[in-house]
Nanobody, 122 residues
């Protein structure tokens, strides 16, 4: 069992930066691949980024590549999403999730956090 709690969301102007954190409870964090997804109003939840258990493999959605960075600190049981050059279209609720292997599909993740709101104003 893994419990995930996101934090770090907020309101930021276009071009600004935010860092999201996802704190995990449970001893299985270091053995889990982690991912970030987002969901805007009226839209389906979409993949943002994923990182392998070892942290040496990452993958990003084309829409965030070069602007967002996913990382993990197993000593702190935390995964991060550093976001730069934010755009209004990045506005969404951001969720972290845990999986057995890194994947871009929602169905591949077993555990989910409650989400944190990111709003980017123009």
């Amino acid at each position: 069992q893994v419990q995930l709690v996101e934090s770090g969301g907020g309101l930021v102007q276009a071009g600004g930066s935010l860092r999201l954190s996802c704190a995990a409870s449970g001893r299985t964090f270091s053995s889990a691949a982690m991912g970030w997804f987002r969901q805007a109003p009226g839209k389906e939840r979409e993949f943002v980024a994923t990182i392998s258990r070892s942290g040496d493999t990452t993958y990003y959605a084309d829409s965030v590549k070069g602007r967002f960075t996913i990382s993990r600190d197993d000593a702190k049981n935390t995964v991060y999403l550093q976001m730069h050059s934010l755009k209004p279209e990045d506005t969404a609720v951001y969720y972290c999730a845990a999986a057995t292997i890194p994947t871009i599909v929602v169905e591949g993740y077993t555990y989910w956090g409650q989400g944190t709101q990111v709003t980017v104003s123009s």
